[in-house]
């Protein structure tokens, strides 16, 4: 999220909610107490700064995650922002998933060690490897929480890169072709793994796999990924012994996260319930803008992080 979309989901917060930008477990904003006859209004102006509402509800493809460290994690295999980026991309209003019985959440890790992305918790995710110098992901598939909750089960101990929107378009298939249509509650793909067995369900999807017709998508953005970064906007200078407030040795401690880059950090923005009043939300736009740019993103666990914080 950059600086200047902030500043325009705070205006929306106050003209047409209850004033508090709301950060969800998705990763999300959400906003509270909207009158149906507003929603047009402010439909078009996210979009004005690229923002949409297409498929963050509904028995589609909800917005694709990642770990919010991606890119500057000290403990990643490759950064995973630009796969997550293209698979919310290829996948957002496909015609191939658009008749699912319920939802279908995607999640990307740069590594297995932190649950940053809580992959296994998802109805397919993929975690950051590389074999033979290539870069490629160990997928999970039919995970989920809820009143039943199913760890995912690994589905390929390697897919390489280009092989991962083909995937996802077969899974769509399947689970639009064969998941539960009438019982709700029982119509996650977690169960329609569970009912299947993973080694029917991965036949079906190799099988429909076979079938795609070809979708030069796939791999196009693959060209693109050199091109792939974020460049900060202030030198990486260290402390260097300078005076420090009070109080700001347990903060640095509780909310400080060492970038694998030499003299960044990522800063921690801790919100009560993931809620973020708009005047806040403004202060912090104002300091993003000054300190990092356009490098703010959502946790998981309902925060902001500000990127490529210079040390000093």
């Known amino acids: 999220v950059t600086p200047k979309q902030m500043r325009v989901l705070a205006d929306l917060s106050e003209e047409y909610a209850d004033a508090v930008v709301h950060i969800t477990t998705r990763q999300d904003i959400q906003y509270h107490f909207v009158h149906i006859e507003d929603t047009p209004t402010i439909m078009r102006r996210l979009a004005a700064v690229g923002i949409t509402t297409h498929e963050a509800c509904g028995n589609v493809i909800r917005n694709v995650t990642a770990c919010p460290l991606a890119g500057v994690c000290q403990g990643e295999t490759f950064d995973v922002s630009p796969y997550a980026k293209a698979m919310a991309d290829f996948m957002l209003n496909h015609p191939d998933c658009q008749d699912f019985g319920r939802k279908f959440k995607i999640a990307f890790s740069g590594c297995s060690e932190h649950a940053c992305g809580i992959v296994n918790m998802h109805d397919l995710g993929g975690i950051a490897k590389t074999r033979g110098g290539k870069n490629g992901f160990e997928i999970y598939v039919g995970g989920g929480l809820g009143a039943v909750p199913h760890q995912a089960k690994v589905m390929y101990e390697f897919l390489p890169e280009e092989e991962i929107l083909p995937l996802m378009q077969a899974i769509g298939r399947v689970?639009?072709?064969?998941?539960?249509?009438?019982?709700?509650?029982?119509?996650?793909?977690?169960?329609?793994?569970?009912?299947?067995?993973?080694?029917?369900?991965?036949?079906?999807?190799?099988?429909?796999?076979?079938?795609?017709?070809?979708?030069?998508?796939?791999?196009?953005?693959?060209?693109?990924?050199?091109?792939?970064?974020?460049?900060?906007?202030?030198?990486?200078?260290?402390?260097?012994?300078?005076?420090?407030?009070?109080?700001?040795?347990?903060?640095?401690?509780?909310?400080?996260?060492?970038?694998?880059?030499?003299?960044?950090?990522?800063?921690?923005?801790?919100?009560?319930?993931?809620?973020?009043?708009?005047?806040?939300?403004?202060?912090?736009?104002?300091?993003?803008?000054?300190?990092?740019?356009?490098?703010?993103?959502t946790t998981v666990e309902q925060n902001f992080v500000l990127r490529w914080v210079s040390e000093s």
């Open 175 to 297: 689970f639009a072709h064969l998941g539960e249509k009438k019982n709700r509650a029982k119509a996650r793909v977690k169960f329609l793994v569970a009912k299947l067995g993973l080694e029917e369900f991965i036949r079906l999807v190799e099988e429909e796999r076979q079938i795609l017709p070809h979708d030069k998508r796939w791999t196009s953005y693959i060209n693109e990924l050199p091109a792939w970064g974020e460049n900060p906007i202030k030198d990486p200078t260290s402390l260097n012994g300078e005076a420090k407030p009070e109080g700001f040795n347990l903060w640095q401690e509780k909310n400080v996260i060492s970038q694998r880059q030499e003299g960044y950090k990522v800063v921690v923005i801790m919100l009560p319930l993931g809620d973020i009043s708009s005047h806040q939300t403004r202060k912090l736009a104002d300091i993003a803008e000054k300190y990092v740019g356009d490098y703010v993103r």
